[in-house]
């Protein structure tokens, strides 16, 4: 690692009613990968806004390579050579590789074309990014468009480059061609601040940590020195107490409860045929590589996607559930995998969005008091914690984790007696991940049965008695017990069956 490259010192910055930062330090080295952590809260987004120039500090100074500088607008950051890449996309798919990287750099109205294209050529090969000039960005995977916008950055001489959550969207493979394009980048002198949930890319990829927690520092971290489990415990401000308890917890949530729900030869527009049942007080779940099917088959049970064919029983009761409202009078609530687009409406309330299925199970003719719904949603905000101004607030400000709480606020109002959790804990931050699956555990003592999907097969081990594994569309296995193991999944996913014991 070089010379230091980019310093702020004591930087301040509150909202009405909220200190997002107070007397916060960061520094970045040049040629050096530095993870920016925390919970969702932490103050992670808004340092990142203050030093692009998104948002003014109150107090503050930044410097780079030793030189203060004053950063009031985007524009300025870029001038001083700090570019950001986004979780999501910022550039135009409909356009070309080479038009994205150069689109509102050229100040002629002539585009010399060949120029461009052979300066884009140029970049990628030199940046080992498999995609051609010419090729339509929309073509491309979203890996690749995040590392054409990385060239973009590159080609404007950026000194300091932050990622901001830029695998959360990415398969195992596209992650690690991402971390070969930042170790390059590294090698060649660009400080690289990555921002990012998911602990085991940190401690592959980083070289320092900086944690923040409410809006303060915690302190600077060499990533050798820093156990996972301290960094967490810093994360928090606490003990992982919680998560020892869920580990004590791993695969031995019972069973043992009559029969729930039954599906046979149940297929959707989305899902192929397959058969599934839960039992009274059971958490299990759908495990898989993305594309498998394991989002299909809980939307097919909820009716979200169209119902093609099969049985479905609810305590031996054969039912018709063809769509949402059917499987909501039946007792089944559904938090969807895409929070953004199928869970919250942004600019409704936290209140308006956590009434929202009770009022539709109580039919829209018969609307509730603002007495009820401010009663109903007090109690959910206490018992969630979920962080929030009021319950008059947009949902849409509050951080990823409390989205998720507030959704998960919904269908716990409903009382169902069958809850999918498709991806409750993506995006979100260590504490929050842990209080839903402790949660979900402790709704499952209390008698709901729950369907759990997650990404991260330790979390899945940790929270499922019963795991059903599926690959390409089909279930390929089922796990318990002593089988619950994550060398038994990933065989199995691959095709191998699990170990013999």
């Given at each position: 690692?070089?010379?230091?490259?980019?310093?702020m010192?004591?930087?301040?910055?509150s909202?009405?009613?909220?200190?997002a930062?107070?007397?916060?330090?960061f520094?970045l080295r040049?040629?050096?990968?530095?993870?920016?952590m925390?919970?969702?809260g932490?103050?992670?987004?808004?340092?990142?806004?203050?030093?692009?120039?998104?948002?003014?500090?109150?107090?503050?100074?930044i410097?780079?390579?030793g030189?203060?500088?004053a950063?009031?607008?985007?524009?300025?950051?870029?001038?001083?050579?700090?570019?950001?890449?986004y979780?999501?996309?910022?550039l135009?798919?409909?356009?070309?590789v080479?038009?994205?990287?150069?689109?509102?750099r050229?100040?002629?109205?002539?585009v010399d074309w060949?120029k461009m294209?052979?300066r884009?050529?140029?970049?990628?090969?030199?940046?080992?990014?498999?995609?051609?000039?010419k090729?339509?960005l929309?073509?491309c995977s979203?890996?690749?468009?995040q590392?054409?916008?990385?060239?973009?950055?590159?080609?404007?001489?950026?000194?300091?480059?932050?990622?901001?959550e830029p695998?959360?969207s990415?398969?195992?493979?596209?992650?690690?061609m991402?971390f070969?394009?930042?170790?390059?980048?590294k090698?060649?002198g660009?400080g690289?601040?990555f921002?990012?949930?998911?602990?085991?890319?940190?401690?592959?990829?980083?070289?320092?940590i900086?944690?923040?927690?409410n809006?303060?520092l915690?302190?600077?971290y060499?990533?050798?020195?820093l156990p996972?489990?301290?960094?967490?415990a810093?994360?928090?401000?606490k003990?992982?107490e919680?998560?020892s308890?869920?580990?004590?917890?791993?695969?031995?949530?019972?069973?043992?409860g009559?029969?729930?729900y039954?599906?046979?030869?149940?297929?959707?527009?989305e899902?192929?045929p397959?058969?599934?049942?839960?039992?009274k007080?059971?958490v299990?779940?759908f495990?898989?590589?993305?594309g498998?099917g394991?989002?299909e088959s809980?939307?097919?049970?909820?009716?979200?996607?169209?119902v093609?064919g099969?049985?479905?029983?609810?305590?031996?009761?054969?039912?018709?559930?063809?769509t949402?409202?059917?499987?909501?009078k039946?007792?089944?609530?559904?938090?969807p995998?895409d929070?953004?687009?199928?869970?919250?409406?942004?600019?409704?309330?936290?209140?308006e969005?956590?009434?929202?299925?009770l009022?539709v199970?109580?039919?829209?003719?018969?609307?509730?008091?603002?007495?009820q719904?401010?009663?109903?949603?007090d109690?959910?905000?206490?018992?969630?914690?979920?962080?929030?101004?009021?319950?008059?607030t947009?949902?849409?400000?509050?951080s990823?984790?409390?989205?998720?709480k507030?959704?998960?606020a919904?269908?716990?109002l409903?009382?169902?007696?069958?809850l999918?959790?498709d991806?409750?804990?993506?995006?979100?931050?260590?504490?929050?991940?842990?209080?839903?699956?402790?949660?979900?555990l402790k709704?499952?003592?209390?008698?709901?049965?729950?369907?759990?999907i997650?990404?991260e097969?330790?979390?899945?081990l940790r929270?499922?008695?019963?795991?059903?594994?599926?690959?390409d569309?089909?279930?390929?296995?089922?796990?318990?017990?002593?089988?619950l193991?994550?060398?038994?999944?990933?065989?199995?996913?691959?095709?191998?069956?699990?170990?013999?014991?």
């Amino acid at each position: 690692m070089g010379e230091i490259l980019l310093t702020m010192r004591g930087i301040c910055k509150s909202f009405p009613g909220v200190k997002a930062l107070n007397n916060v330090d960061f520094t970045l080295r040049a040629g050096e990968i530095h993870a920016l952590m925390g919970e969702n809260g932490a103050g992670k987004s808004t340092l990142i806004k203050v030093l692009t120039g998104v948002y003014p500090k109150d107090t503050g100074e930044i410097s780079v390579e030793g030189q203060p500088i004053a950063i009031h607008s985007p524009q300025d950051a870029q001038k001083n050579g700090i570019a950001t890449v986004y979780q999501e996309i910022t550039l135009c798919p409909n356009l070309t590789v080479a038009e994205n990287m150069f689109i509102g750099r050229n100040e002629n109205l002539v585009v010399d074309w060949g120029k461009m294209v052979k300066r884009s050529d140029e970049l990628l090969k030199n940046l080992g990014i498999p995609a051609r000039p010419k090729q339509q960005l929309g073509s491309c995977s979203i890996a690749v468009q995040q590392m054409v916008a990385i060239a973009r950055a590159v080609d404007m001489n950026c000194k300091v480059l932050i990622l901001d959550e830029p695998t959360s969207s990415l398969d195992d493979k596209e992650v690690e061609m991402l971390f070969s394009l930042m170790r390059d980048l590294k090698s060649r002198g660009v400080g690289i601040i990555f921002v990012t949930h998911f602990l085991e890319q940190v401690y592959a990829v980083s070289d320092r940590i900086t944690v923040l927690r409410n809006g303060e520092l915690v302190g600077e971290y060499v990533v050798e020195e820093l156990p996972q489990v301290e960094l967490v415990a810093k994360m928090m401000g606490k003990e992982l107490e919680g998560l020892s308890d869920l580990d004590k917890n791993r695969g031995k949530s019972s069973a043992a409860g009559e029969s729930l729900y039954e599906a046979e030869n149940l297929s959707s527009s989305e899902a192929k045929p397959f058969d599934f049942q839960i039992a009274k007080g059971e958490v299990n779940g759908f495990t898989g590589l993305l594309g498998s099917g394991r989002s299909e088959s809980v939307r097919a049970i909820f009716a979200a996607d169209k119902v093609t064919g099969g049985k479905v029983r609810m305590k031996g009761k054969q039912l018709n559930i063809n769509t949402p409202y059917q499987a909501m009078k039946a007792g089944i609530g559904y938090l969807p995998e895409d929070r953004k687009r199928d869970g919250i409406i942004a600019d409704l309330s936290v209140r308006e969005n956590i009434i929202l299925a009770l009022q539709v199970m109580k039919g829209f003719f018969h609307p509730m008091s603002k007495a009820q719904m401010s009663g109903f949603a007090d109690e959910y905000i206490r018992a969630l914690e979920i962080k929030t101004a009021s319950q008059d607030t947009p949902v849409g400000s509050l951080s990823g984790g409390n989205q998720q709480k507030v959704i998960l606020a919904r269908w716990l109002l409903t009382h169902p007696e069958y809850l999918i959790l498709d991806e409750p804990t993506r995006g979100i931050d260590v504490g929050t991940k842990t209080e839903i699956q402790r949660l979900v555990l402790k709704l499952a003592e209390e008698g709901m049965s729950i369907t759990f999907i997650s990404s991260e097969i330790e979390e899945m081990l940790r929270t499922c008695s019963r795991l059903i594994v599926m690959r390409d569309r089909k279930i390929v296995g089922e796990l318990k017990g002593e089988e619950l193991t994550q060398s038994n999944v990933m065989r199995t996913i691959a095709g191998g069956g699990k170990e013999n014991a």
